[in-house]
């Protein structure tokens, strides 16, 4: 990647570790029901696997937050708390990071039937990560939010439901997977089993993360097997770093076993890696699971009880599958709206057909960018033996390509 793109990756990298640290505060939250003990079925939006609510702070006009496990406490992007008038004076630094950021204390965060009062939040710049799932985004939702709650989310509908402590009952048949909330960050830890292509079974200690775009990130090196380079990886709470994208034979848990999940494994340990949320994650756990694996799920999240209920959905079988172009792309609407590729994966079929770093895609199969999402563009490349015609945008000329999908993992 370019010194541009690196030096953006470690901005958002900071700002992240910053919104993954949770801290004791004075207040305690209250949550209030507009009926009962209960807010069902919230709509939201499914973007790039995560849950991307509309929220309105102190009663002000809704912006879009992600609802993020992997976050230690609530975020709001500092330029959309000063449009809303939000008071930015008290400024703070960050121990861990030296980074700056506005204390702000004293919200409200408003979904339809669901009023959180006494909420607390840091306000950092997080908007240019919306470019990475699709979305204008303005906040993060975080522990501080949700800890004292139980949610259900029902990926195949995109509908999510809160309930208050001691009102919620579960009598399906979910697999049950307890976890651990592990200090300072406030992050939700299980066990896994997990079976590589090579070698022996392992159980591993992961970060259950609604926020991380991917299926599993594991810090174990030497699993990568017959990959492709990981160019690019972005989640909310997981920027760039250096390793491959590859596939596990299985992992198991609450007695459910995905077979021939897809995974991102770091060449270096945790220790070595010049990421610094590889790293942090490192010091507590062997990796992560994502978006892409919790979709497979209806999920109860019960933070009172510390467990996590799966029910299979729809796309439970449904074989996870990589980029089949070899582009990680992002959206970009000033001044073209676009795709923009931020890396091109060597020996690709993108690289063949002439695409390069810092193209434009302005055309998908004849579908223009306003007439598709970021998900929907992404899906669109991950079909094996497809030829897609490519309108690209470079230095101010419009050119055609075509690309045979072709699948490399």
């Known amino acids: 990647m370019n010194n541009r793109i690196t030096s953006a990756f470690a901005t958002l990298a900071v700002y992240l570790i910053i919104a993954s640290l949770g801290l004791v505060w004075a207040q305690k939250p209250a949550m209030n029901f507009k009926q009962g003990s209960s807010a069902m079925n919230i709509p939201f939006i499914p973007a790039s696997n995560l849950i991307c609510l509309k929220v309105s702070v102190?009663?002000?006009?809704?912006?879009i937050f992600v609802l993020d496990?992997?976050?230690?406490?609530?975020?709001?992007?500092?330029?959309?708390?000063?449009?809303?008038?939000l008071d930015l004076s008290q400024r703070k630094v960050s121990p861990k990071t030296g980074m700056g950021f506005s204390q702000l204390a004293s919200l409200t965060l408003s979904l339809p039937g669901l009023e959180a009062k006494d909420q607390l939040a840091r306000a950092i710049p997080v908007a240019q990560l919306g470019a990475f799932i699709g979305v204008p985004m303005a906040g993060i939702l975080g522990y501080d939010?949700?800890?004292?709650?139980?949610?259900?989310v029902d990926y195949s509908k995109a509908v999510i439901s809160f309930y208050a402590p001691g009102h919620f009952k579960y009598q399906g048949k979910g697999a049950r997977v307890?976890?651990?909330?592990?200090?300072?960050?406030?992050?939700?830890?299980?066990?896994?089993?997990?079976?590589?292509?090579k070698g022996q079974p392992f159980d591993a200690k992961v970060?259950?993360?609604?926020?991380?775009?991917?299926?599993?990130?594991?810090?174990?090196?030497?699993?990568?097997?017959?990959?492709?380079p990981n160019t690019v990886t972005m989640g909310i709470t997981g920027a760039g770093s250096g390793g491959c994208h590859g596939r596990l034979k299985a992992v198991s848990f609450g007695g459910l076993t995905l077979k021939d999940p897809l995974a991102v494994m770091p060449t270096a340990d945790a220790g070595?890696?010049?990421?610094?949320?590889?790293?942090?994650?490192?010091?507590?756990?062997?990796?992560?699971?994502?978006?892409?694996?919790?979709?497979?799920?209806?999920?109860?999240?019960?933070?009172?009880?510390?467990?996590?209920i799966l029910e299979p959905g729809p796309e439970f079988k449904k074989p996870m599958e990589h980029d089949m172009c070899g582009v990680f792309i992002i959206e970009k609407l000033e001044p073209v709206r676009g795709f923009w590729v931020m890396a091109v994966t060597p020996g690709s079929p993108a690289e063949a057909a002439g695409i390069k770093q810092g193209d434009l895609i302005?055309?998908?199969?004849?579908?223009?960018?306003?007439?598709?999402?970021?998900?929907?563009?992404?899906?669109?490349?991950?079909?094996?033996?497809?030829?897609?015609a490519l309108s690209i945008m470079r230095d101010g000329q419009q050119m055609e390509m075509n690309v045979r999908l072709k699948r490399m993992i």
Not at 178 to 184: L, T
Request: aromatic letters at 8%; glycine letters at 10%.
């Open 362 to 388: 302005t055309g998908i199969g004849g579908k223009a960018p306003d007439r598709i999402t970021l998900t929907q563009a992404r899906d669109l490349l991950r079909r094996h033996g497809k030829k897609v």
């Open 178 to 197: 307890p976890f651990e909330i592990v200090a300072p960050q406030n992050w939700p830890l299980a066990t896994i089993h997990i079976t590589p292509e």
């Open 272 to 308: 070595q890696t010049s990421d610094p949320i590889a790293a942090m994650v490192g010091q507590v756990s062997l990796g992560n699971i994502g978006g892409e694996l919790l979709r497979r799920f209806n999920v109860v999240f019960d933070y009172p009880n510390k467990e996590m």
């Open 69 to 85: 496990t992997g976050a230690g406490y609530n975020v709001i992007d500092s330029a959309f708390a000063a449009k809303i008038g």
């Open 58 to 63: 102190n009663g002000t006009e809704p912006g």
């Open 207 to 228: 970060l259950i993360d609604a926020g991380a775009i991917a299926p599993f990130s594991l810090n174990v090196p030497g699993l990568c097997n017959a990959t492709i």
């Open 145 to 152: 939010f949700f800890k004292q709650m139980v949610f259900r």
